[in-house]
């Protein structure tokens, strides 16, 4: 009896097991741990868990032959931020968001659009020149292969404008002013007349009322989402460009021993988060700014010659960056020649030629 049993229970087994599709009896599972310091408020790690991770997962689904299972480590959980590249060269997270800006001990040639302000208004043409120029240089695309990753996707924000508490309609009229700003783009009021302070974003909306800072250089999308145009009601209309400031990586480990149709998916969809990135910030900036605006805001927009004359008016802040990076053998000079070039073929203007030094 118990024999009968047990063949029963079998072959209903088998019987289930063939019902169903021939892809889900063959899937296997993948586990992956994505991580960053960030949280999902921001809306380009929003979007990893929002689009990237279910379209991976619908993807794959339809092929049939592998599912992951995702460990989704946001907010400084697994890593805090500025962590993000040691945890996914380690392994301790197969995938990060890596912020360039807070690892530029070990990235610093990431930070070349940083330095090379009102080179294009276009986001996807600053991260298709970056992309190119990082892919065709072994010193600069070749240290995620030192730091055991695999590069996935580039992350840009939208175009950089200033917020401040009284007009600005040129760079004379930084001076004496305190210029609120973060990382890098602290060096674009140098030798202004302006004095720059590095910001907390948490912050920034006190700070600006109670006089911390007379104005911030900020993306669009950011001020929106801080309200800044409350206590800072005068928006220069400057554009000093989109910024690339982040990328996806890979474990190359854990890239390695992905099926070759999973590694294909997963190149295919962080290219596409890519463009993603850039429609969701522009469509927040723009209604941020409008609705802004609708409050009382008053916006100052310059002219292309003003914007111009604005940046002739800057000292060349790539000259030092790009010699002491040259010093250290890090070709930052070449870098941006080649990505203001490339730029240059895509259509874009650079109103200055900051490797001219």
């Known amino acids: 009896m118990k024999r009968f049993v047990f063949a029963l229970t079998a072959g209903l087994a088998l019987a289930a097991a063939g019902a169903l599709p021939s892809g889900a009896a063959r899937a296997d599972t993948i586990k992956l741990t994505i991580s960053t310091g960030q949280a999902p408020v921001f809306p380009y790690i929003g979007l990893i868990r929002d689009f990237a991770i279910p379209e991976i997962d619908?993807?794959?689904?339809?092929?049939?032959?592998?599912?992951?299972?995702?460990?989704?480590?946001?907010?400084?959980?697994?890593?805090?931020?500025?962590?993000?590249?040691?945890?996914?060269?380690?392994?301790?997270?197969?995938?990060?968001?890596?912020l360039f800006t807070a690892h530029l001990s070990k990235l610093p040639l990431h930070a070349v659009t940083y330095f090379a302000p009102f080179a294009t208004t276009d986001a996807r043409?600053?991260?298709?020149?970056?992309?190119?120029?990082?892919?065709?240089?072994?010193?600069?695309?070749?240290?995620?292969?030192?730091n055991n990753q695999v590069y996935l996707g580039t992350i840009s924000v939208e175009a950089f404008n200033l917020y401040s508490k009284k007009p600005v309609r040129s760079i004379a009229d930084l001076k004496g002013l305190k210029v609120g700003a973060i990382g890098p783009n602290i060096h674009w009021f140098r030798d202004t007349g302006a004095a720059g302070v590095t910001f907390n974003l948490a912050n920034i909306y006190n700070d600006m009322?109670?006089?911390?800072?007379?104005?911030?250089?900020?993306?669009?999308?950011?001020?929106?989402?801080?309200?800044?145009?409350?206590?800072?009601?005068?928006?220069?209309?400057?554009?000093?460009?989109?910024?690339?400031?982040?990328?996806?990586?890979?474990?190359?480990?854990?890239?390695?021993?992905?099926?070759?149709?999973?590694?294909?998916?997963f190149?295919?969809?962080?290219?596409?988060?890519?463009?993603?990135?850039?429609?969701?910030?522009?469509?927040?900036?723009?209604?941020?700014?409008?609705?802004?605006?609708?409050?009382?805001?008053?916006?100052?927009?310059?002219?292309?010659?003003?914007?111009?004359?604005?940046?002739?008016?800057?000292?060349?802040?790539?000259?030092?960056?790009?010699?002491?990076?040259?010093?250290?053998?890090?070709?930052?000079?070449?870098?941006?020649?080649?990505?203001?070039?490339?730029?240059?073929?895509?259509?874009?203007?650079?109103?200055?030629?900051?490797?001219?030094?």
Do not use: C
């Open 58 to 98: 619908r993807r794959l689904a339809a092929e049939g032959k592998h599912k992951i299972e995702w460990n989704q480590a946001y907010a400084g959980t697994l890593v805090k931020v500025g962590g993000e590249l040691d945890a996914v060269s380690s392994g301790l997270a197969d995938v990060g968001v890596v």
């Open 209 to 265: 009322q109670s006089g911390v800072f007379d104005a911030a250089v900020l993306a669009d999308s950011v001020a929106a989402a801080v309200r800044l145009g409350e206590v800072a009601p005068y928006r220069t209309q400057i554009d000093y460009g989109p910024m690339v400031f982040a990328g996806i990586t890979i474990n190359k480990q854990r890239w390695d021993r992905l099926p070759a149709d999973v590694r294909q998916v």
């Open 125 to 146: 043409q600053a991260i298709r020149a970056f992309n190119e120029t990082q892919q065709g240089m072994k010193d600069f695309g070749g240290v995620w292969a030192r």
């Open 267 to 357: 190149g295919e969809v962080f290219q596409e988060y890519q463009d993603k990135v850039v429609e969701l910030l522009g469509a927040r900036a723009r209604d941020g700014v409008a609705e802004m605006i609708a409050k009382g805001m008053t916006n100052i927009a310059l002219t292309t010659a003003e914007r111009r004359a604005w940046a002739d008016a800057m000292p060349n802040i790539a000259a030092d960056w790009a010699k002491d990076l040259d010093a250290r053998h890090l070709p930052a000079r070449q870098v941006i020649q080649t990505y203001l070039g490339k730029l240059r073929a895509m259509g874009s203007d650079p109103l200055r030629d900051w490797s001219n030094f």
